[in-house]
């Protein structure tokens, strides 16, 4: 069964996002990666990439599909998670800490007040 952490934020994507100061770390949620199946590839971004409200920054492989990572605010790639090169099954494996994906820093963090806490996403996905 699918947990989700409540001192996270979750988008409709099916991604999380955890603020440390102005720092957002985010991944795909443990539901995401199930449905995924094996995620067998992540592409990730260069470090110091500035990026836009919703564009890309990663694309996740899987046997079955091909999944974009979203970023809902304008920021900086700060950090990616290097070790998801060699073994992108931690994002399986360990969604909400092994697997990160990247760390994003932001000038503006009101854009969190916008995402769903650990019982509204639950709620969405009782809903679909």
């Avoid at 989700?4 to 949620?29: R, V």
């Avoid at 539901?31 to 094996?38: E, K, N, V, W």
Wanted: with cysteine; aromatic share 10%.
């Amino acid at each position: 069964m699918a947990h989700f952490p409540s001192h996270l934020k979750y988008s409709k994507e099916d991604e999380w996002y955890q603020q440390e100061g102005n720092i957002i770390t985010c991944g795909i949620t443990d539901y995401a990666q199930d449905q995924l199946s094996d995620v067998v590839f992540v592409e990730l971004p260069e470090v110091g990439r500035v990026i836009k409200a919703k564009d890309s920054v990663a694309v996740l492989e899987s046997v079955k599909s091909v999944s974009d990572l979203y970023f809902p605010a304008e920021g900086e790639i700060m950090a990616v998670n290097e070790e998801l090169t060699d073994q992108p099954e931690l994002v399986n494996q360990d969604p909400y800490e092994k697997g990160w994906v990247v760390k994003i820093k932001v000038e503006d963090t009101s854009f969190l007040d916008d995402l769903m806490d650990s019982k509204a996403y639950e709620s969405q996905l009782e809903e679909e």
